[in-house]
């Protein structure tokens, strides 16, 4: 029996999720109510979510708390992955291409049926090992 997908969590989700006033609240509520942790996500994307929380008035420590109780599994890119990372964000400079994103597509391009969980459509423009398509859970029409 083929294993499930391995789920990356973008930052949007996650502040979609915690922020009740945000337009995809009940979309990601239902995708992490659905979905069984732990969700594999990078440090770069946890730090994006906070900000963006803070930004919009809403408490950035909910973040590391989610990780604290299990809810995300840390995977290190920034180190062995350094390179591929900022081959990427040189790649995709015009896009362009954040570190949270970049970090993303180079955990899809090593984690087994990798499927990013993400609002952003700049996910469609990515591709994984040159050439092929980051398969994306996102809101449908978006």
Known sequence: MPAGPTVLVDAGPIVAWINRADAH???ARAQFERLRPPLL?????LAEAAFLLEYAGADPTTVPALAANG???LAP?????APAV?????RYRNVPMSLADACLVRLSETAPNALVLTLDGDFRIYRRRGRAVIPVLMP???
């Open 140 to 142: 449908e029409g978006w």
């Open 86 to 90: 900022l081959q990427l964000m040189r």
């Open 41 to 45: 996500t990078c440090e770069a994307v």
């Open 71 to 73: 809810v995300f599994s």
């Open 77 to 81: 890119v920034l180190g062995e992955e």
């Open 25 to 27: 609240h009940r979309w």
